[in-house]
Every structure is written in C-alpha cells, then in structure tokens.
C-alpha cells in the first residue's frame, strides 16, 4: 500500500491535488499536512474543514517556537532580500522539515507539494526533501495545472472548494511576515488600496519610544520586559504595526528569473533589524562591520533560496556567533511616521569614546591633533603618484583623473 504525504492548506492547489496524486500517481492513501508557523486560525479552520470533507487523514504540527528562533537568527544577519525582511523564505525550510519527519514517521513512500513551477517555493521545498529517499512528487507543476483547469476539475469531482475562489489577494502570512500579490497588484502601475494591509495601520502623527535589549545579537527584553522569541515577535508586531511600521512594495527578482509585484507587511522584523543594526553600528569595528555586510548579504541570498542547511551557512554563523558576542546593550526606537527609527543606543562594549570623538577635547589617549599632519600628507598619495604618471604619458587623461569624458 504506497502512502504519500502533502503538503496540505485545504486551498484550491492542495485540495485537488488529493485526488489527483491517487488517480494520477498510483497512491493509495494521501496524509495531509499543515505546518503551524504563525498562520491566522482561519487558515487552519479551513484545513480542517476540508480534510474532513475529503476524508482525509490530517495532521497539523506546531513549528512556530522553532520558526520564531530562525527569525531571531536572521536578526544576528541582519536578513532582507532586496530591501524587505525574510518571512516566506524563512519559514519554507521549517515547513518542509516538519512535513518530512512526519512522512518518515508515517512511513510514506512519497511526499508532495502544491507550488506551481514558477514560483520559489518549489525549489525551498524540495531542496529539504531531495535529501531523503521518498518520492517528491509536485502535481501542479509537472501536470502544467492552470487555476481554471483545477477549477473545472473541483466542479467535476465535486470537490469541498468554494469555486476555485481563494479571495481577490494571494496572501501567505506567518509570524514573521505577511505577502499579498495577485489581482491588481500584478500591475506595477497600480496603487493598491489600504484594506490591503492587515497588520499595519495607516502611519499618523503619534510617535512612541521603546527600549529594546540584546544579549550576545539577540534581542531579549522591551521597556526591561523579557520576552521568549515567539512573545517577542507577536509583542512588536501589534505595537509597531499601530504606528504602520513595515510596511513595503517592491519588484522583486525571483530565483527562476520571473520578476513580480509583491507587498510585505513586517513591523516586528523592521523594528528589530533596524535596532541590531545601530547596535552593531556602536560595538563593532569598520573592518568588522565591512566584512560583516558581506557575509550577511551572503547569508540573506541562502536564506532567500531556502538553503539555510548549506554548508556555507555554516561557516557564515560561526562569523557571525563571533561578531554577536559583543552585541549586547540596549537600543532606543522611536516609532514615527510608519518608521522605527534608532534615536539612542548604549553598550559595556562600544567601540566609541565620547571624550575622543569631542570637538572640546585637545588630545586621544596621548595622542595630539598635530599628530595627525603625517596621515594627511600620506592620504592619498598612492592616487596622487598615480595621476602624475598618467599626466606624464597621456597629459590628456590627467585633467579628470583618467576618465574618457
């Protein structure tokens, strides 16, 4: 009897997929699973639903402290793609690991997804599940399915999908981020309306003040109230999200090279980026925070595609375990405008001194100003020779430093 678990939300994509993967695939029992990382109880209401409806086997995991801590992490990486903060990409690797141990719980023969082939989800999905030795099965895609070819096919089988009508917005939401694409917004051109937004009010006049406190890279506490990662998350999402903080609207460049209109809604990943960044901006070197840029950004791109396993990401936490290790102290916010601005940051570990950086202050731990001619007259010497050569040999190229113009 061959088994296959599905990666399962009681949509249109998922629920047809039931059916097709035994009539179309040869499996004779279909285990549905969702996996809880923060989605709205009404997702999880209509999973239900439809899994009875269909007689389907269901299982519903809890992934969410698990999810929240891997947004914590990309916190210490300070993760965006693009300009916005990771939440779908973050949250497809733990999804895909859940839905894995319980296939290999339930001794499936097979594990199956509902993702198109044009999105990025395929790919985050199946880059957990080719590491095992079930059959990865994705019926939309390698069916070339179109919504109103599923539509049809729902009407036909009768099956429990309220005509293929999943809402005017394709919106996916977990603790960390909530999308909205599709309909209108396909059009770059259009200017969407603010009922799209659900977790972010519209940004008025009334600003606020917070204190947020890190430990080793981490944020812990709020106004000196410690919070676990997932109360954490939930906390600044409702409290930034009241001043429209996280809001974004971009063009964004997907792995397969289709580019589209998405909207994010993200006021706790905002505010707590911007405040790890001017954390770090105080207790870590240039040198350090140069290179630093370099490897989140690395970071954030494995992240993006789901690879957060890679051995390369491996080697990046190490850098960035080390670098954390002095990112502790507290951060001011202010929310203003629909923006969570740092107004003030404190730290046992800056790499800042307040007497030596003062315009009233004649020296730096022996150090006098006059000290400083020998610097200058080196500055940019290397460029100076360089120019002079070029002047030499082509007097023409001198002028300008060397441009053509």
């Not at 004779?28 to 899994?51: M, S």
């Not at 070819?149 to 977990?174: C, F, M, R």
């Not at 309306?193 to 812990?220: H, M, R």
């Not at 207790?283 to 690395?298: G, H």
């Amino acid at each position: 009897m061959k088994k296959v678990a599905l990666a399962f939300s009681g949509g249109l994509d998922t629920t047809v997929c039931v059916p097709i993967l035994e009539e179309e695939y040869g499996y004779d029992e279909v285990v549905g699973v969702t996996v809880d990382v923060g989605q709205p109880e009404e997702e999880f209401e209509e999973a239900y639903e439809t899994a009875e409806a269909l007689g389907l086997e269901h299982y519903v995991v809890d992934a969410k402290q698990e999810f929240a801590q891997l947004c914590l992490d990309s916190v210490c990486a300070n993760a965006d793609y693009q300009g916005y903060p990771l939440g779908t990409a973050l949250a497809r690797p733990v999804i895909a690991k859940a839905i894995l141990e319980l296939a290999e719980e339930q001794d499936c023969d097979g594990i199956a997804h509902g993702c198109t082939g044009k999105g990025n989800d395929q790919l985050r999905f199946e880059a957990v599940w080719r590491a095992s030795d079930l059959e990865v099965i994705a019926p939309v895609r390698e069916m070339g399915m179109t919504r109103e070819w599923e539509i049809e096919y729902a009407a036909e089988k009768d099956l429990p999908v309220q005509g293929g009508n999943e809402g005017v917005w394709s919106i996916d939401t977990n603790l960390w981020s909530r999308s909205i694409e599709g309909g209108n917004l396909e059009d770059p051109g259009y200017v969407p309306p603010e009922d799209i937004y659900e977790w972010t009010d519209q940004p008025s006049d009334e600003t606020e003040l917070i204190e947020i406190a890190f430990e080793d890279g981490y944020p812990v506490a709020v106004d000196d109230e410690e919070f676990e990662p997932l109360e954490l998350i939930s906390f600044l999402n409702e409290k930034a999200g009241k001043h429209g903080v996280g809001r974004t609207d971009m063009m964004e460049d997907r792995m397969l090279g289709l580019k589209v209109r998405e909207n994010y809604e993200h006021p706790a990943a905002t505010t707590l980026l911007n405040a790890h960044e001017a954390l770090e901006g105080l207790v870590l070197t240039k040198e350090e925070r140069d290179f630093k840029a370099t490897v989140d950004n690395e970071w954030s791109q494995k992240a993006y595609e789901g690879l957060i396993d890679a051995p390369l990401v491996g080697a990046l936490n190490a850098f960035l375990e080390k670098t954390q290790e002095r990112v502790t102290g507290t951060v001011t916010i202010k929310f203003e405008g629909g923006q969570a601005r740092p107004v003030g940051r404190e730290s046992e570990y800056a790499a800042y001194s307040e007497s030596a950086a003062s315009f009233n202050t004649e020296t730096v731990d022996g150090i006098e100003q006059a000290d400083a001619t020998g610097v200058a007259k080196y500055h940019g010497f290397q460029a100076r020779l360089a120019n002079q050569s070029a002047k030499k040999r082509k007097p023409e190229l001198a002028a300008d430093g060397g441009s053509d113009e």
